[in-house]
């Protein structure tokens, strides 16, 4: 019998059926799809036999939960790691600069690092700097005026030129938000730099996965479940949550089964649990019947294949004033050096105006992006392409979010939340999808001793 059932088998589900599975519980966790990984996984592209991820996911050093969850399951040997923050840029105006931050002291590193970042006038280098030590303070003391504005509205208060938002603020809002800085929450920027950028040389660093992101994360915590009892069903589609006297009484699937357990937890998106919850509960529990109103914002990703390497040595790039934000460099970070060609994979971010183009437009206009600020490029040719359109990867930080993410805990004590897009205080990244998924295991956890719920055991179906 069960003691845990978990619907949904991206980062937040299998990090809290880990966690749980860690502490001796029985889980079963059931996943609609017929592979794990939810909106970050891999998959076999057909031309070209390689495997490719749905989209590039950029992690760094301050994913402390992260690391805990990888750590657990035996997978951060797949991790490729800066040895200190560095971050190529490519600018059609201005050409290449990095921001590269020495092994200073916090936060002296960020300010060297700052200091040294050519695509910006030396006015502009103080502005940066002295305005993210002002966002440090506001954010530190509670102003309530980052969660009233925009990104933007805050540079506005910070006193940042244009020439400050298009090579540094923007690129940093639109690749941790995912979302135009017109529209995004200044608290959420806030909470990434003081995380990310203020923490420490180390919190800093980016972090890249060798290896396809199925491979990175979803086939050792199967193991790691089910090797402590636990069972992982894929093609389990759960059709409708059914509630009974101020709880949940049962998961009910695709195939006519209806699951029972102790306890309960929902780790997928808002537009995937809102369906299944009844009318009345919708109608009447405000945390779940407002998630509704949680929009997304999509990411399209370009992966190209050319018959030559393009970047060099670099694992990636981002690019300044396009319609294209990032380049990865796929050869360097799976660490292939005997390549016959070379492979790029292009992340076009918070990509409304971008996802519903036809894919050779946004080919055509990606490649444009790549020869205008690398001009060797052009004489690249490319053998294979392939676009991924990800039209729901993440929650939208809008101001309106923020007043509508729940919390973990819902009104009914046997059912938790999980998934990047609830309130944990940080955008919907994996760290946000697996600390939920922590958070979420916890409540479970602390629930079940509390009803004195032995290890291993469920109720009966009713």
């Known amino acids: 019998m069960n003691d845990v059932l978990i619907m949904g088998g991206g980062f937040a589900g299998l990090a809290a059926a880990t966690r749980l599975a860690a502490d001796g519980r029985r889980v079963t966790l059931l996943e609609k799809r017929p592979v794990l990984g939810g909106r970050a996984y891999s998959y076999t592209d057909q031309a070209t036999g390689e495997v490719i991820d749905n989209g590039q996911h950029a992690m760094m050093g301050c994913y402390t ?3 805990r969850f990888l750590d657990r399951i035996g997978a951060t040997d797949k991790l490729a790691i800066q040895p200190g923050l560095r971050v190529d840029m490519l600018d059609p105006e201005r050409g290449a600069g990095a921001i590269r931050c020495p092994p200073l002291p916090n936060p002296l590193h960020m300010g060297a690092g700052v200091l040294g970042y050519r695509l910006l006038s030396l006015a502009d280098r103080a502005r940066v700097l002295a305005g993210g030590l002002r966002l440090l303070l506001m954010k530190r003391r509670g102003d309530s005026r980052l969660a009233e504005r ?31 800085p017109a529209v995004a929450s200044a608290d959420l920027l806030a909470e990434v730099m003081v995380r990310a950028f203020f923490a420490g040389k180390d919190a800093a660093r980016f972090v890249l996965s060798k290896v396809g992101l199925s491979e990175l994360y979803t086939h050792d915590a199967r193991r790691f479940i089910e090797t402590r009892g636990g069972r992982v069903e894929t093609k389990a589609h759960v059709v409708g949550v059914g509630f009974r006297g101020g709880e949940v009484s049962h998961f009910e699937l695709r195939d006519g089964r209806r699951l029972t357990a102790s306890a309960y937890v929902s780790a997928v998106p808002p537009q995937g649990l809102f369906p299944l919850l009844p009318i009345a509960i919708r109608r009447s529990v405000p945390a779940l019947g407002g998630i509704e109103g949680l929009t997304s914002s999509p990411i399209v990703s370009v992966h190209v294949w050319f018959d030559r390497p393009i970047l060099a040595a670099r694992p990636f790039v981002g690019f300044v004033g396009t319609e294209t934000h990032w380049a990865f460099n796929r050869d360097v970070i799976a660490g292939r050096r005997d390549r016959d060609g070379g492979y790029l994979s292009f992340v076009i971010s918070g990509a409304r105006a971008t996802v519903d183009d036809d894919n050779d437009a946004i080919v055509a206009r990606t490649l444009a992006d790549l020869r205008r600020l690398v001009p060797a490029a052009a ?12 039209k729901f990867a993440t929650m939208a ?9 729940p919390a973990t805990v819902t009104p009914f004590d046997n059912f938790v939340l999980a998934g990047d897009w609830t309130d944990t205080g940080l955008p919907a990244t994996i760290e946000s999808a697996v600390m939920s998924g922590h958070r979420a295991a916890d409540v479970v956890t602390a ?7 032995p290890r291993g055991e469920a109720r009966a179906a009713s």
């Not at 208060?157 to 135009?180: C, E, I, K, M, Y």
């Not at 040719?381 to 359109?389: A, D, F, L, P």
């Not at 930080?397 to 993410?405: E, F, G, N, W, Y």
Request: positive net charge.
């Open 150 to 180: 925009t990104v933007d509205g805050v540079l506005d208060l910070l006193g940042q030129s244009t020439a400050a938002r298009r090579a540094f603020w923007h690129p940093v809002a639109v690749a941790t938000l995912n979302d135009d």
């Open 447 to 453: 629930r079940l001793a509390a009803f004195g719920t």
């Open 379 to 390: 004489a690249a040719v490319v053998r294979h392409t392939q676009v991924v359109k990800e």
């Open 397 to 405: 930080p809008t101001l309106a979010s923020a007043r509508l993410r």
């Open 65 to 67: 939960e992260m690391f």
